[in-house]
């Protein structure tokens, strides 16, 4: 039952917090942005395929329990639910430590929308749930894939959160070790060069 102004919609909605939220790939009908309490925003998810490989694995955004995360909601039309959520299922699942499940989202005009999305599951293998910090940036630093390195991802990620107006601390002070251990290696690197000869 809806609470005193507050409108339950349809369960026609996606919740996208990761690439989706600039690359759906799915035909939509309204787009706001949206809250998702209870889970938070975190690259606990292995990738070997489209950002790593099986021998030099990389990390992909997840949902893991606790918080809360800023997202994008998508309304979908009931004539396309069932082919985005198929599209949406061979995109998500294949590979991946992921569970589809719905879950309310608030909308930023109060409405609660019941969305499809993802989360982690984090019985599975490819669920990293735990690295530090440190671990999480050299992974993301050295790995790349068939959809590109890892690094980029990340970064198209923070600009993308900037530009909705989603700011997330975890996730820029990531991005600042990455940045600080590529400099490192860069600098590193230069210092292993010796000199010409005169």
């Given at each position: ?32 942005p949206a809250t998702l309490e ?161």
């Amino acid at each position: 039952m809806a609470m005193a102004g507050q409108a339950v919609s349809p369960p026609e909605w996606v919740f996208g917090y990761g690439s989706l939220m600039w690359n759906p790939g799915f035909p939509y009908t309204e787009r706001h942005p949206a809250t998702l309490e209870g889970f938070h925003r975190a690259f606990c998810i292995y990738s070997q395929h489209h950002r790593g490989t099986p021998e030099q694995r990389g990390l992909v955004l997840g949902l893991d329990r606790g918080g809360q995360c800023r997202g994008v909601a998508f309304r979908v039309a009931a004539s396309d639910w069932q082919g985005v959520v198929d599209y949406l299922d061979e995109r998500e699942l294949i590979g991946y430590a992921y569970q589809p499940i719905q879950l309310p989202v608030r909308l930023d005009d109060g409405t609660v929308a019941q969305a499809h999305t993802y989360v982690a599951d984090t019985s599975h293998p490819q669920f990293a749930g735990g690295l530090n910090n440190a671990d999480s940036a050299s992974l993301i630093n050295h790995a790349e894939g068939k959809a590109g390195s890892n690094r980029d991802y990340a970064i198209k990620l923070i600009e993308e959160l900037e530009s909705h107006g989603f700011p997330d601390k975890h996730l820029h002070e990531l991005l600042e070790r990455v940045a600080r251990s590529e400099a490192n290696e860069v600098s590193a690197e230069a210092k292993s060069v010796s000199p010409l000869g005169t």
